[in-house]
């Protein structure tokens, strides 16, 4: 399995992202897809994740109303749409996958930088 995150940048505090994260290698169908971020200085903390139909999707508190994670499974991808961004959202961003009866997100990309700035 091999994962693809983007579409990070520089945005004002208020603006809103969304992050991409393309799936290869086995059948994305059958795997639940998180987002995890790492902020300079901290531990690597959950943000949100997905499960593989689509239907079931939890949030870390912090980002509960501002972001929305979703999936399309024709296309392989997972977003991350992010509105109200916090200069406290600034990070790292990663994608991982586990197996949807898997324990652990074994599968992870290489993430996209998140830079919100007052």
């Known amino acids: 399995v091999q994962l693809q995150a983007c579409g990070g940048g520089s945005v004002q505090v208020g603006g809103s992202l969304r992050l991409s994260c393309a799936f290869r290698?086995?059948?994305?169908?059958?795997?639940?897809v998180g987002w995890f971020r790492q902020a300079p200085g901290k531990e690597r903390e959950f943000v949100a994740d997905i499960s593989r139909t689509g239907g079931t999707s939890d949030y870390a508190d912090s980002v509960k109303g501002r972001f929305t994670v979703s999936r399309d499974n024709a296309k392989n991808t997972v977003y991350l749409k992010m509105n109200s961004l916090k200069v406290e959202d600034t990070a790292v961003y990663y994608c991982?996958?586990?197996?949807?009866?898997?324990?652990?997100?074994?599968?992870w990309g290489q993430g996209t930088l998140v830079n919100v700035s007052s």
């Open positions: 290698g086995r059948t994305f169908s059958s795997y639940t």
């Open positions: 991982a996958a586990r197996p949807w009866d898997g324990p652990s997100f074994d599968y």
